[in-house]
C-alpha cells in the first residue's frame, strides 16, 4: 500500500485549511472542513485525479462548514453525469460520500446562530451522517483515522489522528503557539486546555498537527513553546 499524505486548499473569508487525505496511487481522498466553495474543492481534486470517499468535520463553525452542501451537491452532479455518459452507476455518489462529525457537536451544526452562520448573514446547518465519539476508529478508503474529542473551542470539537501518515488534523482546538478561541457558544478555556493536554499532548512528540487556520507545528513543539499549555 501507499504512503499516507495531506493536502491543503485555503478557503473563504477565514482563510480556513481545507485538508485531502489520500494514499499514494489511490484516486480517493478523504476532505476534512470543506470551509466554502464545495464546487471550486471538487473542481480542484478531479483536476488532480481524486475523487472524494467522505468528508471529516472538525467543528461547527460556520468556517468550516459553509462548503459542504455545494461539495456534496457536485459529488451527485458528477455521479449523474458519469451515469448519462457510460449508461452505468459510478462508485461514487451521494449516498456513499458519508459526512462524519463529533457526537456532542450535533446541535451546534444544526443551529445556524450557534455556529455563528446566522450572524455571517449566511445561515448554514449541517446534519452528519454518522456521530462519532472518542476512541472511534473510522476507516474510508482504505485510511483509518482515530477520533480524539476535544471540546473547549466547541463542545463537539474533534480531531482525527492519521498514526500511519504520522498527524493529527485538529481544527480550531490547537494552532502553532496558540490555540482556538472560546468566546463563541459552547465554548470553554479550560475544557480546551484539558482536551490539549489529555488528547493531543499525549501523541508522540513528532506528530505533526494540522490546524484550522496558518501553517502546522508538531506536537512536541507545542509542548514547549505553547504559552496556554505549559
Known amino acids: ?41 471538487a473542481d480542484a481534486l478531479e483536476r488532480n485525479g481524486f475523487r472524494v470517499a467522505g468528508v471529516l468535520l472538525t467543528h461547527g463553525h460556520f468556517d468550516h ?31 456513499s460520500v458519508k459526512v462524519y462529525a463529533g457526537e456532542a457537536e450535533r446541535e451546534l451544526l444544526q443551529d445556524a446562530r450557534k455556529n455563528v452562520s446566522r450572524s ?31 471540546p473547549g473551542h466547541t463542545i463537539g470539537g474533534t480531531c482525527y489522528y492519521f498514526e500511519e501518515g504520522g498527524f493529527v488534523v485538529c481544527g480550531d482546538t490547537l494552532f502553532e503557539e496558540s490555540v482556538g478561541r472560546t468566546d463563541l ?11 490539549i493536554q489529555d488528547k493531543l499532548f499525549t501523541l508522540p512528540e513528532e506528530t505533526v498537527a494540522y490546524p484550522g487556520h496558518g501553517d502546522s507545528t508538531t506536537i512536541g513543539h507545542e509542548k514547549k513553546y505553547n504559552p496556554f499549555c505549559v
Request: proline fraction near 4%.
Open 65 to 95: 462548514i459553509w462548503g459542504c452542501e455545494a461539495l456534496l451537491e457536485a459529488v451527485k452532479t458528477k455521479a449523474q453525469k458519469d451515469v448519462q455518459d457510460n449508461g452505468a452507476l459510478n462508485e461514487q455518489s451521494e449516498e
Open 1 to 41: 500500500m501507499g504512503d499516507i499524505k495531506i493536502g491543503r486548499m485555503v478557503l473563504g473569508m477565514c482563510q480556513t485549511n481545507c485538508y485531502f487525505v489520500y494514499r499514494t496511487g489511490n484516486p480517493e481522498a478523504i476532505v476534512i472542513d470543506p470551509a466554502d466553495n464545495g464546487d471550486r474543492i
Open 185 to 195: 457558544p459552547t465554548g470553554s478555556m479550560g475544557t480546551l486546555v484539558r482536551s
Open 120 to 150: 455571517m448573514n449566511r445561515p448554514c446547518t449541517i446534519e452528519a451522517d454518522v456521530y462519532v465519539n472518542d476512541g472511534e476508529e473510522i476507516t474510508i478508503a482504505g485510511i483509518t483515522c482515530k477520533v480524539l474529542a476535544t
